[in-house]
């Protein structure tokens, strides 16, 4: 039986912070040996000068409904899709609101499932065919480490990973949090690993203290998630952290379109994730666009 304490204790453990990864050819961590096709949309999110990726996540509705800032799609987010490197969101929201112009990435939301009505995290996966359709550049799959669900949504992980594999699509595992889940490294590094050695070429999870280990435990991009609104300058805090240490990106939601200048913010973010402002600077640069 597996040793639980050696696996899962952070204590005296190498991870190698600060040291990058050697003989890489493509820019991202972990994707050298993938192939063309699948480099080609790791490109389309990822911006290769930086190395990294701001994505407007609007997927929530899947879950929630008319979540509050997304009750019409049209009106309050198709004018940030532009200052994004990537959208996240669902077939059906692309196909009824997203502009087909709109040259984005598309991280397509691949698995669907039970509701906030229900107990959370029982999910399937859709047909590859409807990403090929929707010339998706990644398909997200929740993973529900150490919850109810924990098996199926590995499996839905893998079985996407494999289409993925055949059809030139990267996946990415996003890491589900219960509310009986401890929020911290430990558990961020164990599922973000899991996600990666399950086939996940990206994956999403939260920032945390000593997020340094979860990203050097994980050998492919994490993405950061928002989360739930946080003041303006926390998030942009957040994501400074984040990426200071070593998060190759931000998925951001409801702390983009939920703030009281939407516009303002994903350019702020931007301005973080890409042109490495502080978040004094970045706050500042929100303040002025906000005028």
């Not at 949309?41 to 290769?48: A, K, V």
């Not at 939260?206 to 609104?229: L, M, Q, R, T």
């Not at 502080?278 to 640069?285: D, H, L, N, S, V």
Request: aromatic letters at 8%.
């Amino acid at each position: 039986m597996a040793d639980m304490d050696g696996i899962l204790q952070n204590k005296d453990k190498d991870y190698g912070i600060g040291i990058p990864v050697a003989g890489q050819s493509f820019f991202l961590k972990g994707s050298d040996n993938l192939d063309w096709g699948m480099k080609h949309r790791l490109s389309r999110i990822f911006n290769e000068k930086s190395g990294r990726t701001v994505m407007l996540a609007f997927d929530h509705g899947y879950i929630m409904g008319p979540t509050s800032g997304l009750e019409r799609l049209d009106l309050n987010i198709v004018p940030l899709i532009k200052y994004a490197d990537s959208v996240m969101c669902t077939r059906g929201a692309l196909r009824s609101v997203v502009p087909p112009s709109m040259d984005k990435a598309i991280c397509l939301r691949y698995s669907a499932g039970t509701s906030i009505l229900t107990e959370l995290n029982n999910e399937c996966v859709l047909d590859i065919a409807d990403a090929i359709r929707t010339n998706a550049s990644t398909m997200a799959v929740m993973v529900s480490i150490g919850g109810t669900y924990e098996a199926k949504t590995i499996e839905n992980l893998v079985r996407t990973a494999d289409m993925g594999y055949k059809y030139g699509i990267p996946t990415m595992g996003v890491t589900a949090v219960g509310t009986d889940m401890v929020r911290d490294s430990r558990y961020f590094a164990t599922a973000s690993r899991i996600c990666a050695e399950n086939g996940a070429n990206i994956v999403k999870t939260y920032y945390c203290d000593g997020f340094e280990k979860v990203v050097n435990s994980c050998p492919v991009p994490i993405v950061i998630a928002g989360g739930k609104k946080l003041p303006e300058l926390d998030a942009l805090e957040l994501c400074y952290n984040a990426i200071n240490d070593g998060a190759a990106g931000v998925d951001m939601g409801r702390n983009v379109f939920q703030s009281e200048a939407p516009e303002a913010m994903i350019q702020a973010v931007r301005g973080v994730v890409h042109d490495s402002l502080t978040p004094k600077q970045a706050f500042e640069m929100f303040n002025d666009l906000k005028k």
